[in-house]
């Protein structure tokens, strides 16, 4: 079993910044994707950010040169750095990998996060 767990959510004014981390832990071989998304209420859920071995990264266009994500491999853990936060990107933000649980079968399982809340104030 593999646990994913996010913080670092909170309340922030316009122009300002948080910081987001990823957790995972449990029966883990090797993490080959991690990625970050969010969702408004009322809105679908939405791909913000991924990062696969070592550090190629990709980003929505709507938060492209704002946020960052990055990943520390010996921690399993990934991390969401988002700069100039605006009242649109509120939503709940998830934390999604593709886990290989183990060496002697090639099955690799998605799991989730339970979530963390993001609020931008004007």
């Known amino acids: 079993q593999v646990q994913l767990v996010e913080s670092g959510g909170g309340l922030v004014q316009a122009g300002g910044s948080l910081r987001l981390s990823c957790a995972a832990s449990?029966?883990?071989?090797?993490?080959?994707?991690m990625a970050w998304y969010r969702q408004a209420p009322g809105k679908q859920r939405d791909l913000v950010a991924t990062i696969t071995s070592p550090t190629r990264a990709n980003y929505a266009d709507s938060v492209k040169g704002r946020f960052t994500i990055s990943r520390d491999n010996a921690k399993n853990m990934v991390y969401l750095q988002m700069n100039s936060l605006k009242p649109e990107d509120t939503a709940v933000y998830y934390c999604n990998a593709d886990v290989q649980i183990s060496m002697t079968s090639p099955t690799v399982r998605r799991y989730w996060g339970q979530g963390t809340q993001v609020t931008v104030s004007s």
């Open positions: 449990g029966s883990i071989f090797s993490i080959n994707y």
